[in-house]
C-alpha cells in the first residue's frame, strides 16, 4: 500500500521562503512515475501546484511558476517543493499525491491522482 507523508510546513513573512518534502514508501520510484503537489485554503476548492513525472518533465501552476520548484530524489523515495517569494496568497494545506491514473497525463490535476498524504500547513504573513 502506497503511504505519503508530506512535511516541512510553517509560517513566514511574506518573501520568504520554505522547502516541503514528500516521502513516499510502498512503490518504486522509476522513470515515469508521477508526483504532484497541490494545496487547498479554507473555503476553497483543492488546486495543482505542480506535477514531476520523473525523467520526463515538470508542470507548473500559473500562479507559482518562476517561484516554486519542484524536484525529486529516487534514491530517498522523496519529492520537494522548494517555494520562494512566498505571499500570504500562497497560505494552504499543501498536499503530495501519486498513483496517477492511468491514461491521464501527469498534470495537477485532482480529481486524477487516487493517493494522499495527510497535508503540512504552510502560512504567509503580510
Known amino acids: 500500500q502506497v503511504q505519503l507523508v508530506e512535511s516541512g510546513g510553517g509560517s513566514v513573512q511574506a518573501g520568504g521562503s520554505l522547502r516541503l518534502s514528500c516521502t513516499a514508501s510502498?512503490?518504486?520510484?522509476?522513470?515515469?512515475?508521477?508526483m504532484g503537489w497541490f494545496r487547498q485554503a479554507p473555503g476553497k476548492e483543492r488546486e495543482g501546484v505542480a506535477t514531476?513525472?520523473?525523467?520526463?518533465?515538470?508542470f507548473y501552476a500559473d500562479s507559482v511558476k518562476g517561484r516554486f520548484t519542484i524536484s525529486q530524489d529516487n534514491a530517498k523515495s522523496t519529492v520537494y517543493l522548494q517555494m520562494n517569494s512566498l505571499k500570504p496568497e500562497d497560505t494552504a494545506m499543501y498536499y503530495c499525491?501519486?498513483?496517477?491514473?492511468?491514461?491521464?497525463?501527469?498534470?495537477?490535476?485532482?480529481?486524477?491522482?487516487?493517493?494522499w498524504g495527510q497535508g503540512t500547513q504552510v502560512t504567509v504573513s503580510s
Open positions: 514531476v513525472w520523473i525523467g520526463v518533465d515538470t
Open positions: 499525491a501519486t498513483e496517477l491514473l492511468t491514461g491521464t497525463l501527469c498534470r495537477p490535476v485532482p480529481a486524477n491522482f487516487p493517493t
Open positions: 510502498g512503490f518504486t520510484y522509476k522513470r515515469r512515475k508521477c
